[in-house]
């Protein structure tokens, strides 16, 4: 079976080389990484990844809005929130959006892949 | 000048009798003395004719003879008459024949004039013809003087003048007495009258000499005397009112001075007060003048009276200009947004016109000029000494400032922690995959130093958290999500969540089995015990237990988290719940709290309005209590609650009215509940005050009859409890009780729409009425329907 690919998107870069080397060292998956919407958005297109972790807040496209635009392509990439908001009513609001799942900030690198592969359903 | 006698009656009436006796005896005499000199002259001629005719009788032969010497001896006769002064015979030729004389010269005429009598020069002279067989022949002429006539007329003048100055005495002495009679009672008036006016005293009476007669005299006088009676009585009665009006005067007077007395008593009082008044109320302005809250008051019409400077500047209006309007209209149109209110329900309008006591945290004003201020404000009833409503006063406060800090904070609150939250995940995450040894192999004691790290950050993350979710639930801004809640499902629930970490501090967790359903958010309550849970655990050495156990009250449902820890001193045991508040400086450091658990817990506990509490274990440890309301009381066993589904549910048109009806007598309740179903209304009910809270709340009844006594709670608990409620804070609620229900009880009783009935005066068909009327405000069922489900 071939290793998953996973991309996250995020406009810190050390968020997302903590994660690529999280989801490397637990899971062995191929992680690519953009810095904002737009970019993860042409990524997502041309790579077609297996998931995608993407942040919520960001300052040209926001985690909402690129999702919209993902929905718009046709793309039916699972996509999982990585987020600072940890508010009830926030965590409502994005699943309705159509999000798979919601992983809080800071996560624990050890057990993000886990955490993916359950709300993904991988085995 | 008149002589004084004649100022006097008597004078007067003497003069008049005197000179009417003397006129009329004067008038008598003066006739008398005609008639006397009319025949004394009367005989004088007859006299002269007699003596005339004897001389011509005796003549006639001397003169036929021509006897001169006869003739003369004739004429002598005359002698015997000594007033014949002359007398001659004339021949009928008229030549004279014989003369005599008395001696007195008189001249004699030469012839004889014309038969007759003639008056001259005092005289009386008379020529008669001598006849002798009827024929003339010659002519006789006396002349005799009235010297006798005179003598007997001055003789008759004395002796009348005599009679008359007789008879005037006799006139004046009778007049004298007879006077009397009139000018008697007359001078006795004037002399009565006179003492009247002297003495001024009208008890003088005029004495009645004059005889027993019946003239105007008498008349008079006993007119007199009758009015001087009148006058005296009345004289009397005067005095006798003057005595009684001088006795009420003084009467009145001491009254008066008494009365003024008390006046300046009380004046003096009254200025004491004013004064007191005055400082009163100028403390008053002062107060409300200084107040930077705005304060606005309406009598019990809901007219305005009065508004403080702080609220006509906040409200940009003038008292004046709340006039003529309801408040509501004014300033109260439009919510925040600018979308208009309806003044149906508006809680302003109705606070103030009811005088409830209503405080509203979060709504709007608007100016005049259309623009607002977020406001909140409170409505409190007035009362009077006697405990009456008097009317309302509004006092609202512009919160601009303080909401544009709340939002500061909160944005400023949220916005740290998002920020923390970022570099945050990027050193956890780092730290996390180095301590894994992943990235290589780590000596012994950086290892040491990577987890120090790890767990502190996870100290950082929980903090922030913490912050957060504590400044959210504290500012209002998370709702809680009520519903039933399984008491014995949170508390398993939060067991499972903290087995992991009791098992890793060797700590027994042991849940003892409890019953309850109670109303409110699940995942707050499963949060709260959880940190307590948590903590127990924490403060707790191996091989101890940890006890998770929960009873019922009447209402309320209590939960309990025992440890056999160290304890809380006794002195920390209140003050445990503020924040960063720990028993021991490095417990948070060593523990890896956050020092805000116990605070979040306190606000979560009290925005369910439960309260929490920490005490002394026995023999060790502590005990931390918290409460939360029921959704089912425990009064109310499954039966009732089966048999309403039934009623409620089975055969009936699901949009009708469902009443719930509170009454602890069974055979009552079950009049009234057929008399509604009679008018196809749906009924349920409820005999105790837990079971109508429970109750109402599971079905939302359209409308809820209530009787104040009842078994547990009464009926004010009841309606407090309901006002409480979203939904069934303003239905129509219909007081049916057995005692007259106070004014000021009533507004403690009131829902929505409320009325109020006395069983004893009140008949079965006016309940009904009233009830369908009260169900007339209630527009429609349906949405009921969904509340209670």
């Not at chain 1, 080389?17 to 990484?33: D, F, G, H, K, P």
């Not at chain 1, 990844?49 to 929905?71: C, E, F, K, S, Y």
């Not at chain 1, 009513?89 to 993916?116: E, H, W, Y």
């Not at chain 2, 006890?547 to 209590?558: I, K, R, V």
Request: a negative charge; one cysteine or more.
């Amino acid at each position: 079976m071939p290793p998953k690919q996973i991309l996250v998107i995020d406009d810190e870069n050390d968020i997302q080389e903590v994660a690529r080397l999280s989801l490397q060292l637990t899971e062995n998956w191929i992680v690519m990484s953009a810095n904002g919407g737009a970019a993860g958005t042409l990524l997502a297109l041309s790579e077609a990844p297996d998931a995608i972790l993407l942040d919520v807040m960001m300052p040209d496209m926001d985690g909402p809005n690129t999702l919209r635009v993902l929905q718009q392509q046709g793309i039916t990439i699972p996509v999982i929130f990585l987020t600072a908001k940890v508010q009830p009513a926030d965590r409502q609001k994005f699943m309705q959006l159509g999000v798979r799942g919601i992983i809080s900030k800071p996560f624990d690198p050890l057990t993000l892949g886990q955490q993916i592969r359950e709300m993904l359903a991988w085995e | 000048m008149r002589a004084t006698w004649m100022h006097s009656i008597r004078g007067k009436l003497t003069a008049i009798i005197m000179l009417t006796s003397a006129a009329a005896m004067l008038l008598a005499c003066a006739l008398f003395v005609a008639q006397h000199i009319i025949d004394e002259r009367h005989q004088l001629d007859m006299e002269l004719q007699s003596f005339g005719r004897l001389i011509a009788a005796h003549s006639d032969a001397a003169l036929t003879f021509n006897d001169r010497k006869a003739a003369e001896e004739t004429l002598s006769a005359l002698r015997a008459k000594p007033s014949f002064l002359a007398g001659r015979i004339y021949t009928d030729r008229g030549v004279p024949f014989a003369t005599y004389s008395n001696g007195t010269s008189v001249a004699m005429p030469g012839v004889p004039r014309t038969d007759g009598i003639i008056r001259r020069d005092g005289r009386v002279e008379i020529f008669l013809p001598i006849t002798r067989d009827g024929e003339r022949i010659g002519t006789v002429y006396i002349v005799s003087d009235q010297q006798d006539l005179r003598n007997r007329l001055k003789t008759d003048a004395q002796s009348t003048a005599i009679i008359l100055l007789v008879c005037l005495f006799a006139a004046f002495i009778l007049s004298s007495r007879l006077q009397r009679s009139i000018s008697g009672p007359v001078v006795e008036l004037a002399r009565v009258a006179g003492l009247v006016s002297r003495n001024k005293s009208f008890s003088v009476r005029a004495i009645h000499t004059g005889g027993d007669g019946d003239d105007e005299i008498d008349n008079l006088m006993m007119g007199f005397n009758s009015m001087l009676a009148e006058l005296e009585q009345r004289d009397q009665k005067l005095v006798l009112y003057q005595t009684q009006l001088e006795t009420t005067v003084a009467q009145r007077t001491a009254e008066l001075t008494l009365a003024n007395e008390e006046l300046l008593a009380a004046k003096n009082a009254a200025e004491k007060a004013a004064t007191i008044n005055a400082k009163l109320a100028r403390e008053s302005a002062l107060i409300l003048n200084s107040a930077t809250d705005g304060i606005f008051g309406v009598d019990l019409d809901g007219e305005p009276s009065f508004l403080n400077p702080a609220g006509a500047h906040m409200l940009g209006r003038a008292l004046d200009e709340l006039r003529g309007a309801s408040i509501h209209t004014l300033i109260h149109h439009s919510d925040a947004s600018g979308a208009p209110l309806p003044e149906k329900d508006c809680p302003l309008g109705l606070a103030m016109l009811r005088g409830e006591p209503y405080a509203i945290a979060d709504d709007t004003f608007w100016r005049p000029d259309g623009t607002s201020f977020p406001t909140e404000y409170s409505a409190t009833p007035m009362l009077d000494e006697d405990g009456n409503k008097a009317g309302a006063v509004l006092i609202f406060r512009d919160v601009t400032e303080r909401r544009a800090i709340e939002r500061l904070k909160s944005e400023f609150v949220s916005t740290v922690s998002h920020e923390l939250r970022t570099p945050l995940t990027s050193i956890r995450g780092a730290l996390g995959l180095l301590s894994s040894g992943l990235l290589g192999p780590i000596a012994e004691k950086g290892q040491r130093m990577l987890e120090i790290a790890v767990t502190n950050t996870d100290r950082l993350v929980r903090l922030i958290n913490d912050i957060l979710d504590l400044e959210r639930i504290e500012s209002g801004k998370v709702e809680l999500t009520r519903g039933s809640v399984d008491a014995q499902a949170v508390m398993d629930q939060t067991r499972e969540g903290l087995q992991s970490m009791a098992d890793q501090a060797g700590v027994r967790i042991v849940t003892e089995p409890a019953a309850g359903s109670l109303w409110g958010d699940s995942d707050r309550i499963i949060q709260t015990l959880t940190n307590l849970l948590g903590n127990a655990i924490k403060f707790s050495p191996p091989d101890t237990t940890v006890t998770l156990s929960g009873t019922a009250g009447a209402t309320d449902f209590t939960f309990c988290v025992a440890d056999e820890g160290r304890g809380v001193p006794e002195d920390k045991l209140a003050s445990i719940f503020q924040r960063f508040s720990q028993v021991d400086a490095s417990d948070s450091r060593n523990r890896g709290g956050s020092g805000l658990g116990l605070a979040i817990c306190q606000s979560i506990v009290t925005a369910h309005g439960g309260r929490i509490w920490a005490e002394k274990n026995d023999p060790a440890g502590s005990r931390f209590q918290f409460t939360i309301p029921l959704a089912v009381p425990s009064s109310v066993d499954a039966s009732t609650i089966e048999s309403i589904e039934s009623a409620t549910t089975e055969g009936q048109d699901s949009t009708a009215h469902l009443v719930l009806v509170v009454e602890d007598d069974a055979d009552l309740a079950r009049v009234m509940t057929a008399a509604l179903e009679n008018h196809g209304i749906r009924t349920f009910h409820a005999t105790t005050g837990g079971e109508a809270i429970h109750l109402s709340r599971l079905h939302a009844p359209s409308l809820i009859v209530l009787d104040l006594g009842l078994p547990d709670i009464d009926g004010f608990a009841v309606v407090g409890s309901l006002r409480e409620s979203a939904t069934l804070g303003h239905i129509p609620l219909l007081v049916y009780s057995a005692l007259d229900v106070g004014s000021a009880d009533q507004s403690r009783l009131r829902l929505g729409p409320t009325e109020f009935l006395t069983k004893s005066r009140c008949s079965m068909a006016e309940f009904e009425r009233r009830v369908l009327s009260l169900l007339a405000t209630v527009p429609d069922r349906n949405k009921d329907e969904q509340n209670a489900a």
